[in-house]
């Protein structure tokens, strides 16, 4: 098993140095549901929610999350993005699928980008519908795939 690596010699939090590393072409992509009422996906998907254009909302607020990742998860190093996409799918009846693809040319990877944007996408859409459903269910939040790094790949199972 791999040592944790946000820990300094006195067992400490810190952020990890990654001066020497390489910089490669890195790609994470991560996902997120939002089940609710048949009734409040078919209002968003026809445009409908008194607050405006749910998923062009929620599309911008994730990629602005993406790009801010760093201010809100405290070891995260600051990363200049090449590219976020934020893509929506459904079920047709009472799912919506969120999909963040984060890419960077740098020495650190973007998965917790891609998880930040799909979550602040997620809450976006609760907070422009919840006048309509307040009992939503965001999640499972997961990471689908990154490329690039030391690590290598990592694809998920399902």
């Known amino acids: 098993m791999e040592s ?11 952020m990890v140095d990654i001066t020497d590393k390489e910089v490669t072409s890195r790609t ?10 048949p009734d409040t996906l078919q209002t968003i998907k026809a445009g409908k ?3 405006g254009d749910v998923l062009a909302v929620a ?4 990629i602005m999350a993406a790009k801010q990742t760093s201010a809100w998860i405290p070891m995260c190093h600051p990363i200049a993005l ?3 996409n934020i893509a929506f799918g459904d ?3 009472d ?12 020495k650190t990877g973007v998965e917790m980008e891609a998880l930040t944007a799909v979550s602040a996408a997620g809450l976006t859409v609760y907070d422009m ?22 690590s290598g790949d990592y694809r998920s199972g399902s």
Do not use: W
């Open 129 to 150: 519908c919840k006048a309509l459903q307040k009992d939503m269910v965001i999640g499972p939040t997961r990471l689908m795939e990154k490329t690039g790094g030391k």
């Open 59 to 62: 599309q911008v607020a994730g």
């Open 82 to 84: 090449s590219g976020v």
């Open 4 to 14: 944790l690596t946000h820990f300094n010699e006195q067992g400490r939090a810190r």
């Open 95 to 106: 799912e919506l699928y969120i999909e963040a693809t984060v890419k960077t040319a740098g």
């Open 49 to 51: 929610i008194g607050k």
């Open 28 to 37: 994470a992509i991560a996902v997120t549901t939002i089940t609710m009422r």
């Open 91 to 93: 079920n047709g009846q």
